[in-house]
């Protein structure tokens, strides 16, 4: 377990760093624009579309990719209980309003409320979107390098916008650390999520006091560190990123087009 991993099912960042620094696969090699251009289309793939077939199939081949380039698919599953947990706490109740034919109904306070099969169908749809949105997201993280990830943000973003988000994924870092350090030191003397929260609630939401406290304390001590070093404002990632080749540009293009087709042709499109 790693210094961040605060939970099995919360993505670990050194993990996740790990692997995008030290991985030698074949989707490691494609160039980051290509990932990147592939993760804008994705997105807006499963926003203009609510077809299952069409997410199905596109979850499929993400997860396909994801296991082609050797990254960790039991850890994969077990991140999935967030983005799981926050589809059906909101989808839950959406579910129930949607009209089709009754699957399962029942009375509460006099009003009968009815699941159909489009608010069964609006739940998987929209679970096979988180799942896909999730999946391909770490997929990026995982074959880019940081030095690329930090340089393509220097080139996208404006200042400050692009020494903000850089700033804070680093610290993020420290931040994890921090509370999985604590946590550790909770459950050492007899503490733990559930039996805390319980039981010791006060000393519970004294260690995520004590995190925020700290969190400021280290941020100004990292950024006198970085005064001492230099640092006035800017922080510039000039590391050369390699380009597209011919081939990302047709993959690119393909999907583009893919994209085009499934929003003229197929049914089901164009959001909820």
């Known amino acids: 377990m790693s210094a961040t991993m605060i939970s099995q099912h919360i993505p670990d960042l050194d993990l996740i760093t790990s692997y995008a620094e030290r991985q030698d696969s074949f989707f490691s090699r494609v160039s980051?624009?290509?990932?990147?251009?592939?993760?804008?289309?994705v997105i807006l793939l499963i926003t203009v579309t609510r077809n299952l077939e069409i997410c199905s199939t596109l979850y499929?081949?993400?997860?396909?990719?994801?296991?082609?380039?050797?990254?960790?698919?039991k850890k994969l599953?077990?991140?999935?209980?967030?983005?799981?947990?926050?589809?059906?706490?909101?989808?839950?109740?959406l579910a129930w309003s949607e009209p089709g034919t009754p699957i399962f109904s029942c009375a509460v306070t006099g009003v009968t409320i009815a699941l159909?099969?489009?608010?069964?169908?609006?739940?998987?749809?929209?679970?096979?979107k988180a799942l896909i949105s999730v999946t391909y997201s770490l997929f990026f993280l995982m074959t880019t390098k940081y030095e690329h990830f930090a340089g393509m943000i220097s080139r996208i973003f404006p200042s400050p916008l692009d020494?903000?988000?850089?700033?804070?994924?680093?610290?993020?870092?420290?931040?994890?650390?921090?509370?999985?350090?604590?946590?550790?030191?909770?459950?050492?003397?007899?503490?733990?999520l559930v039996h805390s929260t319980r039981v010791q609630g006060r000393?519970?939401?004294?260690?995520?006091?004590?995190v925020f406290i700290r969190s400021f304390e280290r941020a100004e001590r990292v950024h006198k560190a970085m005064i001492a070093r230099g640092y006035r404002g800017t922080f510039g990632a000039g590391t050369?990123?390699?380009?597209?080749?011919?081939?990302?540009?047709?993959?690119?293009g393909a999907f583009s087009l893919a994209i085009a087709v499934i929003v003229?042709?197929?049914?089901?499109?164009?959001g909820w």
Do not use: C, H
């Not at 159909?116 to 096979?128: C, E, S």
């Open 203 to 210: 000393i519970f939401a004294e260690v995520f006091a004590l």
């Open 77 to 93: 599953f077990a991140w999935y209980s967030l983005p799981v947990i926050f589809v059906l706490s909101l989808v839950g109740l």
């Open 116 to 128: 159909t099969d489009n608010g069964v169908l609006l739940i998987f749809t929209l679970l096979l």
């Open 60 to 73: 499929v081949a993400i997860l396909a990719m994801y296991y082609l380039a050797g990254l960790p698919v």
């Open 264 to 270: 003229w042709m197929v049914p089901n499109t164009g």
């Open 240 to 252: 050369a990123i390699p380009r597209p080749g011919l081939s990302g540009y047709g993959v690119l």
């Open 32 to 41: 980051p624009w290509t990932k990147l251009g592939g993760l804008v289309l």
């Open 163 to 192: 020494q903000i988000f850089l700033m804070a994924y680093r610290f993020l870092f420290l931040t994890l650390a921090m509370t999985g350090a604590m946590l550790k030191a909770v459950r050492s003397r007899g503490g733990g």
